[in-house]
């Protein structure tokens, strides 16, 4: 296992379980623990994780792993709900990205699609995320409109009054939405309140919102409010969904699309 893959691993071993010994995560990366205590030595000097005498424990009380450490988690079904929204974008029109893995993974979708080879332009992407905005930039028959602001770490988005004033002004056929929470009850959220502030412009601006969102995400709640489940006229996730909670979203008149 590289160091990079380990290091994954263990972070998201820590946003699991709160806390870590070494011991014990050696065993599960079989590793030694020699190999362990360095990585949470250098884990910490990064202020991933917080040290302790004989583990680590996660950073903050409320902790979120920045994209980078991210993309590894549930990639498959991340992929296929990607290409599932993507074909849900007609030629020409425009579309919202916010930021996270699973739009992330949509832009590349929509980047392999023949009928968007070309066009003038063949699709107007408004992204506040820069690592969208720089995958994209290479296609020139996108219209990439990238959103001002003040980039937030964790997620390479752009966010504060800045990205406020350039969504004001525009308006987009359809907004994908990544979340880190979809919930009937408490809707669609994000860890940080600026992001969802940002990302609630851009449901405002547009004529249809999707959230993308694999199962993991689905029934739970995080600090952040979006926007209420009304708000949202599809879902689309993966075959894992609870059908109970599929049910639920769509007697609250969200279309629900299984990829």
């Avoid at 004001?168 to 359809?174: L, P």
Wanted: hydrophobic share 45%.
């Amino acid at each position: 296992m590289s160091r990079d893959a380990r290091w994954k691993s263990l972070l998201e071993l820590l946003v699991e379980r709160g806390r870590l010994d070494v011991e014990e995560a050696a065993t599960e990366l079989e590793v030694s623990a020699a190999t362990i205590r360095r990585d949470f030595d250098r884990l910490s000097e990064q202020q991933m994780l917080v040290r302790t005498r004989g583990g680590a424990v996660v950073h903050g009380v409320s902790y979120e792993l920045p994209l980078r450490y991210k993309v590894a988690r549930h990639a498959s079904e991340k992929q296929r709900v990607a290409r599932a929204v993507a074909g849900l974008v007609a030629p020409g029109e425009a579309v919202g990205l916010t930021g996270g893995t699973t739009t992330t993974e949509v832009a590349r979708a929509l980047a392999e699609r023949a009928d968007l080879a070309s066009g003038t332009p063949a699709l107007t992407v408004v992204t506040n995320a820069l690592n969208i905005a720089n995958e994209l930039a290479v296609r020139p028959q996108f219209k990439i409109v990238v959103t001002g602001g003040v980039a937030r770490a964790q997620s390479y988005e752009l966010i504060g009054p800045l990205a406020d004033g350039v969504l004001g002004q525009i308006t987009v056929d359809v907004a994908v939405l990544g979340v880190v929470a979809f919930d009937v009850t408490h809707g669609a959220a994000a860890h940080d309140e600026a992001e969802a502030a940002i990302n609630r412009l851009l449901c405002e601006r547009a004529e249809r919102v999707v959230v993308a969102a694999d199962s993991s995400k689905l029934g739970r709640r995080a600090f952040a409010r979006i926007c209420a489940a009304e708000v949202v006229d599809t879902l689309v996730t993966d075959q894992a969904a609870d059908p109970e909670t599929v049910r639920r979203f769509e007697e609250a008149g969200v279309g629900v699309l299984i990829a």
